[in-house]
């Protein structure tokens, strides 16, 4: 359950940090290419074994790993624009939504069972998500960016789903499991320089020093909550991991937002917030 709570909480402080990004005029695409190089670092690191781009190529899981570090970089730009404007609490809400994805994928890719009390929890889950996401200040954004949350949906299934998959068939422990990440975020990095390197050729906008704080803080906080919820997939099945962490990280974002940054709820928001916290129970507990 530690591995959970963890992942809870990196992902929650991973919201705020891309909330702050607005307040101190940090470029979302500078800070997000400083994070995959902290991160990739990071993994590299703690790895533990041979490491040569030879024998990297000749991983089964190789390609998914090259696949994931494309879309992550841009989801994980989506991110950053979603909580700007539309919020911390709806920007949760909408990416955890992705769970009913990596859920149907587990159940019919996979074979997994899950008990009566996992099935009430995820449905308890996915009722709390739509009433989190209902009425308050957050309601009022303009509507021309509700297309970010829907991105933020679909990138994030995806995403959930293929680490699911790779995880499952080719993941054989931890320290394969830094490598995989590693490999993902060295991938974003190079997406993330040449689109860097880009912007900054038609609007010269060097790096600054708080750029590079910015990006190092999430860097560590990406790589962090990452590696855990990997972690959780190989204790419980996905159909318990997913929604556990995803109610947690609504949950506790909802908070943050209403605590930090000043977002409005209303009593429809705090029965989401209270169903949830019941769900994790549920689902904990199966």
Same mark, same amino acid.
């Given at each position: 359950?530690?591995?959970? +709570?963890?992942?809870?909480?990196?992902?929650?402080? /991973?919201?705020?940090?891309?909330?702050?990004?607005?307040?101190?005029?940090?470029?979302?695409?500078?800070?997000?290419?400083?994070?995959?190089?902290?991160?990739?670092? #990071?993994? %590299?690191?703690?790895?533990?074994?041979?490491?040569?781009?030879?024998?990297?190529?000749?991983? $089964?899981?190789?390609?998914?790993?090259? /696949?994931?570090?494309?879309?992550?970089?841009?989801?994980? #730009?989506?991110?950053?624009?979603?909580?700007?404007?539309?919020?911390?609490?709806?920007?949760?809400?909408?990416?955890?939504?992705?769970?009913?994805?990596?859920?149907?994928?587990?159940?019919?890719?996979?074979?997994?069972?899950?008990?009566?009390?996992?099935?009430?929890?995820?449905?308890?889950?996915?009722?709390?998500?739509?009433?989190?996401?209902?009425?308050?200040?957050?309601? $009022?954004?303009?509507?021309?960016?509700?297309?970010?949350?829907?991105?933020?949906?679909?990138?994030?299934?995806?995403?959930?789903?293929?680490?699911?998959?790779?995880?499952?068939?080719?993941?054989?422990?931890?320290?394969?499991?830094?490598?995989?990440?590693?490999?993902?975020?060295?991938?974003?990095?190079?997406?993330?320089?040449? +689109?860097?390197?880009?912007?900054?050729?038609?609007?010269?906008?060097?790096?600054?020093?708080?750029?590079?704080?910015?990006?190092?803080?999430?860097?560590?906080?990406?790589?962090? $909550?990452? %590696?855990? /919820?990997?972690? $959780?997939?190989?204790?419980?099945?996905?159909?318990?991991?997913?929604?556990?962490?995803?109610?947690?990280?609504?949950?506790?974002?909802?908070?943050?937002?209403?605590?930090?940054?000043?977002?409005?709820?209303?009593?429809?928001?705090?029965?989401? /917030?209270?169903?949830?916290?019941?769900?994790?129970?549920?689902?904990?507990?199966?």
């Amino acid at each position: 359950m530690i591995f959970l +709570i963890l992942t809870i909480l990196q992902s929650t402080a /991973i919201f705020a940090v891309m909330k702050l990004f607005a307040r101190f005029k940090i470029d979302n695409w500078q800070a997000i290419t400083v994070n995959y190089i902290i991160a990739c670092l #990071f993994g %590299f690191i703690i790895y533990e074994g041979e490491l040569t781009a030879s024998m990297l190529m000749e991983k $089964s899981w190789f390609i998914f790993a090259m /696949i994931l570090g494309m879309t992550f970089i841009f989801t994980f #730009f989506i991110f950053a624009l979603s909580s700007q404007k539309v919020g911390v609490a709806l920007t949760s809400v909408a990416s955890k939504m992705s769970v009913i994805i990596p859920v149907i994928a587990g159940i019919i890719l996979l074979n997994e069972q899950v008990s009566i009390f996992a099935i009430t929890g995820i449905v308890l889950a996915l009722i709390a998500f739509y009433l989190t996401l209902g009425g308050g200040a957050n309601s $009022s954004f303009p509507r021309k960016y509700v297309i970010l949350p829907v991105l933020l949906f679909i990138g994030n299934g995806i995403n959930d789903t293929i680490m699911k998959y790779s995880e499952y068939h080719f993941i054989e422990n931890s320290n394969e499991l830094t490598l995989f990440l590693a490999v993902i975020f060295l991938t974003s990095l190079i997406m993330g320089f040449i +689109i860097s390197t880009a912007r900054y050729a038609h609007k010269k906008r060097p790096v600054s020093y708080k750029t590079i704080i910015a990006g190092t803080i999430l860097g560590l906080l990406n790589f962090g $909550s990452t %590696f855990y /919820i990997l972690k $959780s997939m190989g204790v419980y099945e996905s159909a318990v991991v997913f929604p556990v962490a995803n109610a947690g990280i609504v949950s506790l974002s909802a908070l943050t937002g209403y605590i930090l940054f000043r977002e409005k709820l209303n009593r429809m928001n705090w029965a989401g /917030i209270l169903l949830a916290i019941l769900a994790i129970l549920l689902i904990a507990n199966a």
